[in-house]
């Protein structure tokens, strides 16, 4: 199973960016991708996540109405980022729960600076 993270950058504060997980190495339908970010000096705490069991959605209550989370038919997950603020720099990194298990992609790093 892998996961490939991309589309972090530097953005001004109020701008967007759309980040991608593309998942590859499994065969079954039903899983979850989940966001997560972690800023420097704090823990990692989960943005967003999609579940193909149902299509259902969750979203962290600092990113309500700012971020989307949605996924195409190709087991790639995105999560697009708009009106952002300099607290949602930090590392973004993708989960994939399948199968019982959980599997990482590596990080993409975001900064909201001006």
């Known amino acids: 199973v892998q996961l490939q993270a991309s589309g972090g950058g530097l953005v001004q504060p109020g701008g967007s960016l759309r980040l991608s997980c593309a998942t590859s190495?499994?065969?079954?339908?039903?899983?979850?991708v989940g966001w997560f970010r972690q800023a420097p000096g704090k823990g990692r705490e989960e943005v967003s996540c999609?579940?193909?069991?149902?299509?259902?959605t969750l979203y962290a209550n600092s990113v309500k109405g700012r971020f989307t989370i949605s996924r195409d038919n190709k087991n790639t997950v995105y999560l697009q980022m708009n009106s952002l603020k300099p607290e949602d720099t930090a590392v973004y990194y993708c989960?994939?729960?399948?199968?019982?298990?959980?599997?990482w992609g590596q990080g993409t790093l975001v900064t909201v600076s001006s």
């Open positions: 999609v579940s193909t069991t149902d299509d259902s």
């Open positions: 989960r994939l729960v399948v199968g019982g298990k959980e599997y």
């Open positions: 190495g499994f065969t079954s339908g039903n899983y979850a």
